[in-house]
């Protein structure tokens, strides 16, 4: 089992930023991709960035240029620092783990964090 500790979220106005952090614990293999996703009420969830690792990094494009994902492998922690944010950007995000084995791919979830952007 892998555990999902998320922190940093907030309510922060429009240009601001903020820096989420996700640590996660347990059964953890040597290769995962580690992400977050965000929802809004009657949304599906989406990613908003990955990062695998080796250090390949993907973004929505909606984010590019203004989030930042990176990851400490020591101690699997994944952020993701968030400027310039936007109201659309409010959403409730979630931290994402996912790794794999010969059979099977296995994702873990955070508790998610509220982000309010809102003057």
């Known amino acids: 089992q892998v555990q999902l500790v998320e922190s940093g979220g907030g309510l922060v106005q429009p240009g601001g930023s903020l820096r989420l952090s996700c640590a996660a614990s347990?059964?953890?293999?040597?290769?995962?991709?580690m992400g977050w996703y965000r929802q809004t009420p009657g949304k599906q969830r989406e990613l908003v960035a990955a990062?695998?690792?080796?250090?390949?990094?993907n973004y929505a494009d909606s984010v590019k240029g203004r989030f930042t994902i990176s990851r400490d492998g020591a101690l699997n922690t994944v952020y993701l620092q968030m400027n310039s944010l936007k109201p659309e950007d409010t959403a409730i995000y979630y931290c994402?783990?996912?790794?794999?084995?010969?059979?099977?791919?296995?994702?873990?979830w955070g508790q998610g964090t509220q982000v309010t952007v809102s003057s």
């Open positions: 994402n783990l996912r790794q794999s084995t010969v059979v099977s791919a296995y994702d873990y």
């Open positions: 347990g059964s953890i293999f040597r290769f995962n991709t």
């Open positions: 990062v695998t690792s080796y250090g390949s990094t």
